[in-house]
């Protein structure tokens, strides 16, 4: 991930709003979300995605019937911790996830939505208005090829929110070659790295925990 305010020529931007998102969101115990833009997608990616999670200090399983064609919602995961600093965690079967939506997208029509009108004069003078980016030159290039933007939106509420959301929308953009946007502080990620930058945030995050401060719900079955 590149920090770059600005800069055409800079592969990912970030343009800072919220210095600490993890920090920030424990103190107003609210909901963030992460964007991953992306060409296709179908349920064959399934087995990929949660083999891919396993490798990462648990046991997963996702709902056995979400496909990426009708869900909205809520998607939960049942969960089992491998080797948590808080060792009450480990073993325990656990629920978590967090909000999944899929949309349609097109660059062209979200710049058209960011583009100015024309003022009465500039109608007058037949004067054309200064073309936007939607980010920038070399990310609209990438986002040009996506038809669907998919929201993975987390909160404070259970404690493993962030490892199953932050894991599965770096791992979809991986395995998708998507485009992966933190919205609230523009950060644009880089593929090759995201999926174990995604990681190290979260233990930096769990590990910052004490006992007291962990929020987590027993697995008891699959709800319809």
């Known amino acids: 991930m590149i920090t770059s305010d600005n800069d055409d020529h800079a592969s990912?931007?970030?343009?800072?709003?919220?210095?600490?998102?993890?920090?920030?969101?424990?103190?107003?115990?609210?909901?963030?979300?992460?964007?991953?833009?992306v060409d296709r997608i179908d349920d064959q990616i399934i087995p990929k995605w949660i083999e891919r999670m396993n490798e990462f200090d648990m046991e997963c399983k996702i709902h056995p019937d979400f496909s990426f064609e009708n869900h909205s919602g809520?998607?939960?995961?049942?969960?089992?911790?491998?080797?948590?600093?808080?060792?009450?965690?480990?073993g325990r079967e656990l629920i978590s996830?967090?909000?999944?939506?899929?949309?349609?997208?097109n660059l062209h029509t979200e710049i058209?939505?960011?583009?100015?009108?024309?003022?009465?004069?500039?109608?007058?003078?037949?004067?054309?208005?200064e073309k936007m980016d939607f980010v920038n030159p070399e990310i609209d290039s990438k986002l040009e090829k996506c038809n669907w933007v998919l929201t993975f939106n987390w909160g404070s509420h259970n404690?493993?929110?962030?490892?199953?959301?932050?894991?599965?929308?770096?791992?979809?953009?991986?395995?998708?070659?998507?485009?992966?946007c933190y919205s609230a502080n523009d950060i644009?990620?880089?593929?090759?790295?995201?999926?174990?930058e995604a990681f190290k945030e979260l233990v930096?995050?769990?590990?910052?925990?004490?006992?007291?401060?962990?929020?987590?719900?027993?697995?008891?079955g699959w709800s319809d």
């Not at 990912?12 to 833009?37: C, G």
């Open 12 to 37: 990912y931007v970030s343009t800072t709003h919220v210095t600490d998102p993890l920090a920030f969101i424990r103190a107003n115990n609210m909901s963030l979300e992460l964007n991953v833009y």
């Open 74 to 90: 809520f998607l939960p995961f049942k969960i089992k911790l491998k080797n948590p600093k808080n060792k009450d965690l480990e």
């Open 97 to 105: 996830g967090f909000e999944f939506y899929k949309d349609e997208f």
């Open 112 to 129: 058209k939505k960011l583009q100015p009108k024309k003022t009465f004069l500039q109608k007058l003078l037949n004067k054309t208005t």
């Open 159 to 180: 404690s493993l929110e962030l490892r199953m959301s932050s894991l599965s929308s770096a791992i979809i953009s991986e395995l998708t070659n998507g485009v992966c």
């Open 188 to 196: 644009w990620y880089d593929n090759k790295t995201i999926v174990e």
């Open 204 to 220: 930096s995050y769990e590990n910052s925990l004490s006992k007291s401060e962990w929020k987590v719900h027993k697995f008891e």
